[in-house]
């Protein structure tokens, strides 16, 4: 499968996993026949030594392999909201080992019980979109907003942040959002009358300021972040239509985005329209393309699509391509013929789709190696996930609260949370 994300190595052991990267690498094949009973060899010991205490949780962009592992042990496999419940859903898990990038893993240790504890694979393993969006990018700008506009400016904060920003979202009374709720969220900070600024995916919050039928004159984004990497001066010279625009706006976006969301084009969908497909896009895909397609939602949106289609039906995706190589599996017992949305024999059309690199980044032998090293009592420190913890994704290097300054973390990204679960579910909330 293709990487879109070339900035970084495809992959990275720590010299803990080093020995089940060698095994790995000598298997004859990766077929699932030969992968899943090596990936067992350290699997089932785990599960005997932890019962039913262990928990595998794993997002839908996860390669084959370790899906169907975690599956196969009764795990989770869904998306970053549903993953985010995992361990407070489940009191009875105290271990919990995630196969996705790292602020999912995150998310679960910001609302997990005290006696629970929350493990990542593979620690490197981040998303692109929030690492153009740590804390230290951020918080600079927003404080010259709140300077400017004070109580008026409210964070919404995509689920793909780390803790550090659930907790500015929290601390100004803003709430999380996900890519199905984006557009309640986002109505309900319009309806209290503030100036929302909504980090990190700019794509995601233009095409819910267009579902909502905001004025997209009145959405302005920011810069790029690359442009300091300590956050950068709002000014005249930095904000397109200058500090004018930004007064007049109603939304501010962050200037962050997916790489592999952002391949699609208008050209694609068009392409497998006039050949019958019905076309279904992610919105973190860019705003021509989402109002050029026949639909658009949230991972478990696209799932659901593909469940509900007719045998005979023919949908092109636009997503991850894991996640549309898993879809093309399950249609195809279905009767529901699935393709990639950028996958086109013709070189014109310019990008093929592609996998979440950083995400592929937890493989079979860093699952392998987790559990092995968790059943022996010597797993590495930086893979167990804090509340407030920054990784380094280049270098490794972990910044790490002190537990005073965790917990007043966790207190705010909760906040930002049980509002967005309270305006999801009830439409009101009370903090
Ligand atoms: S697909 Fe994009 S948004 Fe999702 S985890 Fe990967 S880099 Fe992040």
């Not at 404080?143 to 780390?162: F, I, K, P, S, W």
């Not at 949305?341 to 995400?359: F, K």
Request: charged share 25%; proline share 5%.
């Amino acid at each position: 499968m293709n990487i879109c994300q070339t900035d970084l190595p495809l992959d990275w052991y720590q010299e803990e996993f080093k020995p089940y990267a060698e095994e790995y690498q000598a298997l004859p094949d990766r077929r699932p026949g030969t992968v899943l009973p090596w990936l067992d060899r350290y699997a089932q010991p785990a599960l005997d030594h932890f019962g039913d205490a262990l928990l595998l949780v794993a997002h839908f962009y996860m390669g084959g392999e370790i899906v169907k592992l975690v599956e196969r042990y009764g795990g989770a496999v869904s998306d970053s909201y549903q993953l985010a419940l995992q361990a407070a859903r489940n009191p009875h898990k105290k271990v919990i080992v995630e196969s996705a990038v790292h602020f999912m893993a995150e998310s679960i240790a910001i609302l997990a019980h005290e006696d629970q504890s929350v493990w990542i694979t593979n620690p490197k393993a981040g998303c692109t979109m929030e690492m153009l969006a740590k804390d230290y990018m951020v918080e600079p700008v927003a404080e010259q907003l709140v300077e400017r506009y004070g109580d008026d400016l409210l964070v919404v904060a995509y689920m793909n942040t780390g803790g550090r920003i659930k907790a500015l979202a929290g601390r100004t009374g803003g709430a999380v959002c996900t890519s199905s709720n984006a557009p309640k969220i986002v109505d309900w900070a319009r309806k209290k009358g503030k100036k929302i600024l909504f980090v990190p995916d700019q794509h995601l919050g233009r095409n819910t300021a267009a579902k909502l039928g905001m004025d997209l004159s009145k959405v302005v984004a920011l810069p790029d972040p690359q442009l300091g990497r300590g956050g950068f001066k709002v000014d005249d010279r930095t904000v397109a239509g200058g500090l004018a625009a930004l007064d007049r706006s109603e939304m501010i976006l962050w200037g962050s985005f997916c790489g592999v969301h952002t391949v699609f084009s208008p050209a694609h969908v068009q392409y497998w329209k006039e050949r019958g497909y019905t076309v279904l896009v992610h919105p973190e895909s860019k705003l021509e393309v989402v109002q050029a397609a026949d639909g658009s939602g949230s991972t478990n949106f696209l799932w659901e699509a593909l469940m509900k289609a007719a045998p005979g039906s023919k949908l092109a995706i636009g997503t991850e391509g894991h996640f549309v190589r898993n879809a093309r599996e399950q249609g195809r017992l279905r009767g529901v013929e699935v393709v990639h949305l950028a996958d086109i024999p013709d070189p014109s059309y310019g990008s093929m789709g592609c996998g979440c690199a950083t995400m592929s980044r937890n493989d079979p032998p860093h699952l392998a190696g987790m559990l092995d090293l968790l059943r022996k009592g010597k797993p590495p420190a930086i893979n167990r996930v804090y509340a407030g913890d920054v990784v380094d994704e280049e270098s490794g290097a972990l910044d790490r609260l002190k537990a005073e300054e965790r917990r007043e973390l966790v207190h705010n990204a909760r906040l930002s949370l049980q509002r967005m679960i309270d305006i999801t579910e009830t439409g009101t909330t009370s903090c």
